[in-house]
Each structure stands twice: as C-alpha cells, then as structure tokens.
C-alpha cells in the first residue's frame, strides 16, 4: 500500500452539511483511507492508497457532487467572495417578499382574490428563487444518503406551498372549510434558514481576512547589497540564502537572517510579545517582519521566504483554521432520522385512509404531516436564538463573530492569557525615580528628541508633573540598545543602561545603585541618569496590570476554569505578573510556534480558550477551541480572534461565558419544543385520534400550530435580551 496525503482547496460549499456530505460519499470509495474536509476554510486533507484512488479520481468525484477543486487559492477567494455575496442577495430577496406578503395580509389592500394572487407571486419568488439552493442542497443530500435540514427544508416548504398553490387556482378541488393558503408560511421558512446560512457564512468570510493581511506584513521589497556594495531593491520572495540586505532605521526585516555589521533597536513584538524593543549586534539574529527602530544594519539571509518564522505562523494559522471544530449539530442528527420518518409517515396515512375508503381524508391528512412537519420552529431555534445572543453580547461590549462559540464555552477548562497589552496595559510607563526635579526640565528636552518607548514613557511622566520651559540641546547621539548622549552647553548628559555610563567612565553613586538594582529585582526596567562623570538618579519602567484583571481571574476561577500565563517576556517578569494575578501555572519566553505547540498540548486535556492581542498570538488564537482579543489588538489578530472585547474590558470574558451558558440553554430549550410540538402535532395530522376525538387536524389547523411553535420559539429566544448575565 502506496499512502499519500493531498491537499486540495474546494469551493462551493454553503454550508457545514456540504462538508459532511463530501467526507461522507468519499469514505465510501475503496482506496480512500482519511477524509477531512473544513467548510471553515473550504479545505480537504484527505489519505488515500495510491495504488486504489489517484489525486485524478479524488478530484473528479469530488466535482461529480457539484463542487470545484481550485488549485489557485486566489480563484478560491474569488469563488467565495460570488458565492457569499449571491447568498447576500438571496436573503435579502427573501426577507424583502416575505415583508411584502405579510404586509398584504395584514392591510388589505385589494380585495381577496387579488391579494392571494399577488402574495403567490411574491412566494414563487422567496420559493423557487432564494429557496432554490435548498432544493439542490436537498438533491446532493438524498443522493449522498444524507437526510439533513436542507431536506427538511424543501419538503416542508414545497408542502405548504403546493397545498396553497391548488387551493388558490383550483379550489374545486377541496370543500369549502378547507380552502386555506399557507404561502407565509413557507417564505418564513426560507428567510429565517437562510438568515441562519447568511450569519454563518459572513462570520467564515471575516474569519479568512487575517490570513491575508498577515501574508502582506512582511515587506514587500529588500536592499541586497552586491558584491561592488551597491544596493539594489528587489522582491523579498527572490532573496537567496547567503544574500546580505540592507536595513534602514525604521524599516522591516524582509527575511530571517544574521547581523554582520550595524547594530539597532529591534521591535520584535509582533513575533515575541516583548514590549520594549530588543538591542540587536553583530552575529545576533532578526526574525522576517520585525521593525528596525533605529540603527543601520547588514543582515546575511539565513532562510528562503518559504521558510522564515513569519511563514511559519502563517503555516499554523491555516492549520488552525482549518480545524474541525467538535459542535454537535444537533438538529441536523436528528432531521436524518426525523425526515425519512415523516415521509414514510406521510405515506402510510395516505393509504390507511384509501384503504378506509376516505380518498378525501387520504389527501388531507398526508398533506397536513407535511404541514405541521414543516420545520419552521426547528429552523427558528438555533439562528433566532444565535442573533439574540450576538446582539445582546454587542450590548454587553463582546462582539461575537464567530456565533458556533456559544456552544463551547461553557465546556472551557484553561483560560490562557497573553500578557502584555492584555493582561497589562501594554504601555511603558516610569513608577517611581530617584532623581531630584530640578533636572526634569533638562531630561525632558532631551528624551524629546527621541521616539523610543523608554523616552516617550519618561516624557509623559515628567509632562505629568508639570510644564517645563524647553531648554536648547547642542547635540544628542542616540546609541541603539543603550541609551542616549547629548551636550547642553558645557555639560555632557547619559541616559540609558548600566553598560552605556560604565563606557563613559561615569561614576555611579552606591545610593543609586542600590535604587537601580532594587528596581531591576523586582522585574521593573531601569534607566541610569548621569551629568558629567557622576549619576543624579534613575527611571523606574513597568507595565502595569489592567484595573479589572485581577476580578476577571478570580470570577473564571469561580468558573472552574483554570488561567494560564503564556508570555515571550521572561521568567522574571511574567512571575512577577502571575504572583500579581495568582495564576499558578505560566510559560515564559516563548515564540508563537512555541505558544500554539503549548495550547495544542493543553487541548490533549480539555477545550482551551486564548486571550491576545497582539500579531504574535494570532496562531494560538486561531489554533484555541476559542480565541478572544481586544479592539486594542491589531487588526490580524481580530480578523483571528472569534470574540471582540469591543471595550477592551477583561471583566467581559466572565460575561461571555455566563451568555454562552444562557444561550444554550435556550436553544436546547427551542429543540425540545420544535420536537415536542411534532411528536403531537403529526400523529393529530395523520388522523390517528380521529375515532377519540371525532375530528381531524386539517392543514389550516397544522399550519396555525406550526405558526404557534415558531411564536413560542422566537419568544424563548428574546429572553436572552433582557436576561441578567
């Protein structure tokens, strides 16, 4: 046997069922040994025995469905793009006519027969026009021996409508206490499932912009100097290993490599989470995608673009995209039974009844089970409920893109945290300092000249005391990764690290010294002052907690969920962060690949929810059974997230939690009524307590139940907006 895993990306499909269904046909082809398929990322990965199935016959049953196999991804954005869109239009046409029939109803506007004519129209159009995908849906179904919703959907619709059609042109045909229309009915249907497909495929469209963005983070173009040291731009995709680049103060790194000469400020945020830039010298290497601050360096290409530690995370992110989240999709397990039960149903009345000799009553109560089988409040449940849900955590400050969470997150065992700029402020700021005010004025006219983080945290700090007169700089020399030397008339003024007044011959006094150690114990940066050859104080720098973190890990635990710190900072700060928050467990020091190996093993355990903001979580975000980010956050990492603290307050991640539980409970609320309300209404329709009651449910009395179940479920449903969480 001749195993070979391909993967191939397929457009299409409309709906998670579609997915189901291609695994499901292709698991039954000798030869295939694994099928995985993401309607998420409109992905496959499927195993086959080369010696049994080629690629060629994976395709070409894939395609005999209905579906595309595209093998270049940007016709597969473009596919995605049309089929959204067309669904757009097709539910918005829908809820359009549907408006339009109930307003006919309701304000009699023409007279009876005109009205029933004109709301014909309209249903032809939400039936055979925007409900058309349900029928083709339904056909690939039945043919794939796949009884879901979309079946559902078409039969209990055509029911309705075709009952409604005869007695509309052909009332002869039926007495006159029968002649009743149930085109509302069937467009109610259609709008509502698709307002459920709609939200779902918009949440998918968003879900997929992160990925694009993050493909255009690193540059574009690069510096290679040749071998006469000129430089020449050209593609950053052309670089070859053993190539030497050129990067500006304030440029970004286009490929992994090694500084050979030069040295600068690197802001590695995007790839480590360290807040304050990191000084980079010769033989140290940079990372593809991070920003030079300030310095000019040569840098030699280690690694092809394929390669580098941004291709890398942008590898994960479409692994992690493409997972199979596990939610039961409850419904449509229970519409594989609860279909073919309903026709068979439908069939066997029609012949007791013929077989009774009541031809009449065969016709009617067969179509009555249709009827009030029709599943509207089953296709209500889920999508009413979700866009209460959505709308109240909209209410509450969470933006739930991604409406499937909902079912998670009750089941969520570690919550892990990012630390800085989520769990932090994510700004340098100085605490405290030792250096008398009187010099301030002079320290602020220097830092000023300066954009490094250290210097505007300095600025603002000292700006916050009081208004300084702006004294005359001579010169200032910024030294990348050390600090800065400037001259105001006759004196010489350092500030910066330990290293840069230790070069300068600078005498640092035992009382600052003892300042600027005790700072550095306590994981707070540091930043030495000196007038001449003698030290005048130091800067204490943190970044502070948020004001609700600490409340926010103390209501998850109450949860029982357990926090866990997961930070590229090191050990001694992200300790000092956790002994803070007291969270027990905390993985420092780590890059993206290394966070998304540690929510991949903590998954083995239990469902894991992630929380970040910044590039560098995007992975883990995507890879966690639930990611949730900031509106602080970059715009990669929301595209990644599945929740949005719209007000950047972590108390909100409590709140989702209690909605989720609240919504589920709803929903499920919704499905026992939906199938309570059929498990009575059908066997009334089919006649079978005819001879108890002396009458039977006829299809204008179906119709009103199934009208009565859908009321009761929309109205469950709107509990959620007023409901404490």
Not at 318 to 327: E, G, L
Not at 449 to 472: C, G, Q, R, T, W
Not at 479 to 500: Q, V, Y
Not at 598 to 621: C, R
Request: proline share 2%; with cysteine.
């Amino acid at each position: 046997m001749s195993k070979e895993k391909i993967n191939l990306n397929i457009s299409g499909m409309t709906c998670v069922n579609c997915s189901n269904g291609i695994e499901n046909f292709l698991k039954r082809k000798e030869g295939v040994l694994d099928t995985k398929v993401s309607f998420a990322s409109n992905e496959g990965e499927f195993t086959i025995d080369t010696d049994l199935f080629s690629k060629d016959n994976l395709i070409a049953n894939i395609e005999k469905l209905g579906y595309k196999v595209e093998e270049d991804f940007s016709k597969l954005e473009e596919e995605q793009i049309k089929s959204f869109e067309k669904l757009k239009k097709l539910f918005f046409t829908s809820l359009i006519f549907t408006l339009g029939i109930f307003a006919l109803v309701f304000l009699q506007l023409f007279d009876d027969k005109t009205t029933k004519t004109v709301i014909f129209v309209f249903a032809s159009i939400v039936q055979f026009y925007s409900g058309a995908r349900f029928y083709n849906l339904a056909y690939k179904s039945l043919s794939n021996r796949n009884y879901d919703m979309n079946v559902l959907v078409a039969l209990g619709t055509s029911a309705a409508y075709f009952y409604s059609t005869f007695v509309l042109f052909l009332p002869s045909l039926f007495p006159e206490h029968l002649r009743f229309v149930y085109f509302d009915g069937a467009a109610v249907i259609i709008t509502f499932v698709l307002l459920g497909r709609y939200l779902e495929a918009r949440s998918k469209q968003k879900a997929s912009d992160f990925l694009k963005k993050l493909m255009n983070l690193a540059p574009q173009e690069a510096n290679l100097v040749l071998e006469n040291s000129e430089v020449k731009t050209v593609l950053a995709n052309s670089l070859e290993i053993g190539n030497v680049i050129l990067i500006k103060s304030g440029e970004k790194i286009p490929a992994d490599g090694k500084i050979i000469e030069g040295k600068a400020d690197i802001d590695t945020s995007m790839i480590t989470g360290e807040s304050m830039p990191v000084f980079k010298q010769v033989d140290d290497e940079v990372l593809s995608g991070t920003l030079n601050t300030n310095g000019v360096i040569k840098v030699e290409v280690l690694k092809l673009s394929n390669d580098t530690t941004l291709s890398k995370i942008i590898t994960l992110l479409k692994s992690a995209q493409s997972k199979q989240i596990p939610i039961s999709r409850f419904a449509d397990k229970i519409a594989n039974i609860f279909v073919p039960t309903v026709i068979i149903i439908s069939i066997l009345t029609f012949i007791v009844w013929a077989l009774l000799g009541e031809l009449q009553n065969a016709i009617l109560t067969s179509i009555s089970v249709l009827i009030i089988s029709c599943p509207c409040a089953l296709g209500l449940a889920t999508p009413i409920a979700i866009v209460s849900s959505v709308s109240r955590g909209a209410k509450e400050g969470l933006l739930i893109k991604n409406p499937e969470i909902l079912e998670i997150i009750k089941d969520i065992k570690y919550a892990v945290f990012d630390k800085t700029g989520t769990l932090t402020k994510g700004e340098i700021s100085v605490e405290n300092t030792d250096i008398n005010s009187k010099y301030f004025a002079t320290i602020l006219s220097i830092e000023s000249l300066s954009e490094h983080p250290i210097s505007k945290a300095i600025v603002n700090y000292i700006k916050e005391k009081k208004d300084f007169e702006n004294i005359s700089v001579d010169s200032v020399d910024i030294i990348a990764g050390k600090g800065i030397k400037a001259k105001i008339k006759d004196d010489i003024f350092l500030l910066g690290n330990e290293k840069l007044l230790l070069e300068n011959d600078v005498n640092i006094l035992a009382k600052h010294k003892q300042f600027f150690e005790e700072q550095l114990e306590k994981s707070n940066g540091a930043i030495l002052v000196s007038i001449n050859s003698e030290t005048i104080g130091s800067f204490s720098l943190v970044d502070k907690l948020k004001d609700d973190a600490i409340s926010m890990i103390n209501d998850i635990k109450k949860e029982g969920i357990k926090p866990i710190l997961l930070t590229g900072d090191n050990s001694i700060t992200a300790k000092k962060i956790a002994q803070q928050l007291n969270i027990e467990k905390v993985y420092s020091e780590v890059i993206p690949t290394q966070k998304y190996e540690v929510i991949s093993q903590l998954q083995k355990e239990g469902k894991v929810m992630f929380v970040g903001d910044g590039i560098n979580d995007a992975p883990s975000i995507k890879k966690a059974d639930i990611g949730i980010t900031l509106n602080s956050g970059s715009d990669i990492t929301k595209d990644a997230g599945d929740i949005i603290l719209v007000n950047n307050e972590l108390s909100s991640i409590s709140k989702s939690i209690h909605l989720s539980k609240e919504s589920i409970k709803i929903i499920k609320q919704n499905l026992f009524w939906a199938f309570a309300y059929n498990a009575v209404g059908i066997p009334l329709a089919a006649g079978v307590f005819y001879s108890l009651l002396g009458h039977m449910l006829t299809p204008m009395y179906a119709g009103i139940a199934m009208s009565f179940s859908s009321v009761t479920v929309v109205l469950n449903s709107l509990r959620l907006k007023i409901k404490k969480i």
